[in-house]
């Protein structure tokens, strides 16, 4: 009942935002009672998770198809992407409550805000096809209106056109996913789906729409075009809730189908997953190395962390299709662990760039520097999200890339020479991403928080307000405590993942809490709580000892700045020369990478110059070819409005006579 409240109160909340005005009281207690429907929302998914299966709440409600009404139902899959999807929506909502005020134009942010979170919690609550996509539907049009709100720019409208095309490709191949599963009675609830049993060619087909639809979503190599374009265009709380949560509900989508309505996917599948979760991986992050638009690199950073998801989900699906249903708990463990990390340090990371706008102005890397001082809170909250996204214990994102790292290596042991060769590749090209991925951030977060002020609008940088703060701390904390204890959120995962498949299954069932031993006592155990507990001792033993034995005297000195004492913040590194040798060394071949030099001749007084001229290879070789064909055949087709009375004439006659061909060579057969 609280569940149905909150969604309602959301739909209530987006009509009150048409009628907020230029109030900005009012526009603050929309996002304040966002707040708080989230946190009914989250309290919910949090309530139902455990549950026993097929115990779960549900309502049947009078609206949709004819013949079928409208289902809903909360069971522990679609309860743990509550608690994913409104984690996230509750801090956005906090965050918006000071952010909004910088908005410039709110009134065209605010009515479609709460139907944006009324969209994705109702896909996670759907239990048949047609509420589903109303349901995806609902998400991505209101997403699509928040990344048009600043229609003003040229690069946003843009940016909305490629979305909304995305969006509509994604729905069509579910639509047709859905078809499929349902047959020829038209059985669209789940219930039905989940029972009906799938041919060859269907079940090849569902598995592969299901991915382009919902990999189209998630921003899976090469359907992540969008994603680049619109996460920069959108407001900042709308990008987290983007690029942490939007892209979670179409993994949902995808696990949904995968695991749930279809349930026998082949292992072959698994293997392609895998590939292609682990090009998506090191693609990801190599964009991501070569951007200087802060928002840019987060949006490619999300393609990179979907790719290490849907390797995890790949693995899943390989060791269920092979029988390893005990290795498939795991593998899917993994996997949803990263999605909930992912959607905590990306979230941080996306409102701690918003700060950074708000404070300076400024998204280029180039043109930021010395924040840390300035903007202390966001700039110890960016740097814990920066060492989760790399990866480095005891954080979150370290824990949820080891489990997957663990179920890779036990994919030689199934009998497919396929995986057998396949998983050392992936497995190597997930290495390569997690290290690039270190390196990434490195630069982002030194770039931009560290070393001397690059522009004027760095140098007067202000505070932000203070729920803008409050909540990047909130999400710092998130990510110490899903390292700290990861057990309690293996353990949870557990009861999500024993109905899918098919076995009860506990990370920490040989050594307990609190280590994690996927694999056996012996051969792989890691406690975050053990490692947080040491790492704060050896800090009191080493504060301990340098008061006991240093000295209270103080030596002051120059500090080392390369030789140069003047303050010249051009003699810093910047974001590309940073990034200059892994470009040489992974873009030149990839992103056809070229670097030139524009020296002036002697007695010219403009400075030098380097110029780095890059190419995306997936837009120009796929995205604008297929623009160009679609431009010819639209001007062929333009050109039926200019004929002769006579050519029209000839065309029904023409039409007339090929049709009566087709029913004669019917009626011969």
């Known amino acids: 009942m609280l569940i149905a409240a909150a969604l309602s109160a959301l739909l209530a909340l987006a009509v009150l935002g048409v009628a907020a005005g230029a109030e900005m009281w009012r526009h603050r207690l929309i996002y304040f009672c966002c707040m708080i429907a989230s946190l009914v929302l989250l309290a919910g998914g949090i309530k139902h998770l455990g549950q026993t299966p097929g115990t779960g709440p549900a309502i049947v409600l009078p609206i949709g198809l004819p013949w079928l009404a409208a289902h809903f139902r909360l069971d522990n899959l679609s309860a743990l992407f509550m608690v994913v999807v409104n984690l996230a929506a509750a801090a956005t909502s906090a965050y918006g409550i000071g952010y909004c005020s910088h908005l410039p134009e709110p009134r065209r942010v605010t009515p479609f805000y709460p139907l944006f979170l009324f969209g994705m919690n109702a896909v996670l609550i759907a239990d048949d096809a047609f509420m589903f996509l109303v349901a995806w539907e609902f998400m991505s049009l209101a997403s699509w209106l928040l990344v048009l709100a600043d229609h003003k720019n040229a690069e946003n409208r843009h940016a909305a056109f490629v979305y909304l095309v995305m969006a509509c490709f994604g729905t069509f191949c579910l639509l047709t996913c859905f078809g499929l599963m349902a047959g020829g009675e038209g059985a669209y609830s789940f219930p039905a789906m989940r029972a009906a049993k799938l041919d060859g060619v269907s079940g090849f087909l569902v598995v592969l729409l299901a991915l382009l639809g919902a990999g189209s979503k998630a921003g899976l190599v090469p359907l992540h075009a969008w994603l680049p374009l619109a996460h920069p265009a959108a407001p900042s709380h709308v990008s987290a809730l983007m690029s942490g949560v939007m892209t979670k509900v179409a993994l949902y989508g995808l696990i949904r189908i995968l695991f749930d309505l279809h349930g026998e996917v082949n292992w072959a599948w698994g293997a392609v997953m895998m ?154 090209m997930l290495a390569l991403a997690a290290a690039l991925a270190a390196a990434c951030f490195v630069r982002a977060y030194g770039i931009a928080f560290l070393g001397r002020p690059r522009s004027q609008a760095a140098a007067e940088a202000h505070q932000v307000p203070a729920s803008m703060r409050l909540t990047v701390a909130f999400l710092a904390v998130m990510c110490v405590v899903l390292g700290a204890i990861p057990v309690t959120v293996t353990d949870a995962l557990s009861h999500v993942v024993t109905p899918l498949t098919g076995v009860q299954f506990a990370v920490s069932a040989d050594l307990g809490w609190p280590w994690l031993s996927p694999v056996s006592s012996t051969r792989g155990s890691y406690s975050g709580t053990v490692l947080v507990m040491t790492g704060l001792g050896l800090c009191a033993v080493t504060l301990m000892l340098a008061r006991l034995l240093g000295t209270s005297r103080l030596r002051r000195a120059d500090a080392w700045d390369c030789g140069h004492k003047e303050d010249i913040p051009q003699s810093q590194y910047t974001g590309q020369s940073f990034s200059q040798p892994l470009r040489r060394v992974f873009c030149a071949s990839i992103f056809a990478a070229r670097e030139s030099v524009d020296m002036p001749d002697p007695g010219d007084n403009r400075p030098a110059e380097l110029k780095v001229r890059v190419i995306d290879p997936i837009w120009v070789g796929l995205y604008a070819t297929i623009g160009r064909a679609v431009d010819f055949i639209a001007d062929l087709v333009n050109r039926i409005q200019y004929l002769t009375v006579r050519r029209y004439l000839l065309m029904m006659f023409t039409t007339l006579v090929l049709m009566l061909l087709v029913v004669a060579v019917r009626q011969n057969q």
């Open 275 to 428: 590939v292609i979760g682990g090009i998506t991986a090191v693609m990801g992050v190599l964009y991501a190395i070569l951007q200087d638009d802060l928002k840019k690199l987060l949006a490619y950073s999300t393609v990179e962390n979907i790719g290490v998801v849907m390797i995890g989900l790949g693995l899943a699906i390989a060791f269920k299709g092979s029988g390893e249903k005990t290795l498939a708990a795991l593998a899917l463990v993994a996997g949803l662990y990263h999605i909930v990390n992912h959607s905590i340090f990306k979230t941080l990371w996306f409102l701690s760039a918003g700060a950074v706008i708000t404070a300076t102005g400024e998204r280029d890397l180039g043109k930021l520097g010395g924040l840390a001082k300035r903007m202390p809170w966001n700039g110890v909250a960016a740097l814990v999200g920066a060492l989760a996204i790399a990866a480095l214990p005891p954080l979150n994102g370290f824990v949820s890339e080891w489990l997957i790292f663990q179920s890779l290596f036990k994919g030689p042991s199934l009998p497919h020479w396929a995986m057998k060769f396949g998983v050392p590749v992936v497995g190597a």
